[in-house]
């Protein structure tokens, strides 16, 4: 699973290779890099907080003394590079979460992704280099994709959401028949929503990080738990004894449990905070629907059929998301 970085044939966009490669810009990686004439540094030195300015100003006045002193001739695809140059908008990490400040910077980077920007990597004063997109447009951000590719991701993550908790309470109407079935008390037989529930409350304490390395990412874990909690449905619908069906509504539970916990993330991935709360509302109703309709979707199945319809409804379900 290499990065895109690492594939052969590589090459930066052309737009941030003539920013690097522009007069007035230091070429050194490993020191800050920022563009702009005399007016937009005082704008940024105004704009940031005292923990910012001490990394970026030393920055600032070393690129304007290279403006002042760069006699060097531009190269043919260096021409124009104002156009290119990125005046510095606050980080997301310069700002409290769910603050009016927050609010602006994302109105202002919504904006800046609607043009193609060159985005340089900033070297802070205690050596880390903080790494962004190429460019504001990059099309490897999520938050870039179009309309209609956002709200298809959106629509399967919640679908799978309702899915996965819908699995605990739609075994609710086979109480009656797991009793008569398997000989055991009606506190037995609640096991297994128990251990369901149980489960999916352990797994997002494994998942939940793994999605955050980088080299795994959210759609592995997806993908994954995803494929064994459908391929477990089939047994659960089939098993014939008591012990057998706790363990499988266990590692049902367990390994339809990402979406619960990471479902949210990738809502943020893909949504910046002006649009986020629409998002989450979508999101947070699909989860609340499950327990609520799975007992009225698993009633009438169970009473016509038998109590094994529930789970086979299960994996229908599943099989779709």
């Not at 290119?84 to 990490?93: C, D, H």
């Not at 909690?229 to 539970?253: E, K």
């Amino acid at each position: 699973m290499p990065y895109p970085e690492e594939l052969p044939g590589f090459e930066l966009p052309a737009t941030y290779n003539a920013l690097l490669n522009s007069s007035g810009i230091h070429k050194s990686p490993t020191t800050p890099t920022t563009t702009g004439r005399t007016e937009k540094a005082r704008t940024r030195r105004s704009s940031l907080s005292s923990s910012s300015e001490e990394d970026i100003t030393p920055a600032t006045e070393r690129d304007l003394d290279l403006e002042k002193h760069d006699t060097a001739p531009v190269h043919e695809y260096n021409q124009n590079t104002d156009a290119l140059s990125l005046s510095r908008t606050k980080s997301r990490l310069e700002t409290m979460p769910f603050s009016e400040e927050r609010l602006e910077v994302e109105a202002e980077l919504a904006i800046e992704r609607t043009q193609t920007k060159p985005i340089v990597p900033i070297k802070t004063s205690d050596g880390n280099i903080l790494v962004d997109w190429y460019t504001t447009d990059d099309p490897a951000n999520p938050q870039n994709w179009s309309n209609n590719k956002r709200l298809v991701v959106s629509i399967i993550i919640c679908f799978y959401t309702f899915v996965v908790y819908t699995g605990s309470a739609i075994y609710t109407s086979s109480i009656e028949g797991v009793i008569e079935k398997f000989h055991v008390t009606p506190t037995n037989a609640s096991l297994p929503l128990s251990l369901y529930v149980l489960a999916y409350g352990i797994g997002p304490l494994l998942f939940a990080p793994l999605s955050e390395i980088p080299i795994i990412g959210r759609s592995p874990v997806y993908a994954v738990t995803m494929a064994l909690f459908t391929i477990l449905s089939l047994p659960t619908a089939m098993v014939d004894n008591f012990a057998g069906l706790l363990v499988l509504r266990f590692l049902q539970g367990f390994f339809g449990s990402p979406c619960l916990a990471i479902g949210a993330a990738t809502m943020q991935d893909m949504y910046s905070l002006l649009y986020l709360p629409y998002a989450l509302v979508a999101w947070v109703s699909a989860a609340y629907c499950g327990p609520a309709l799975g007992p009225l979707i698993s009633g009438f199945a169970v009473t016509a059929k038998g109590w094994r319809w529930s789970l086979w409804e299960i994996l229908w379900v599943s099989f779709i998301s």
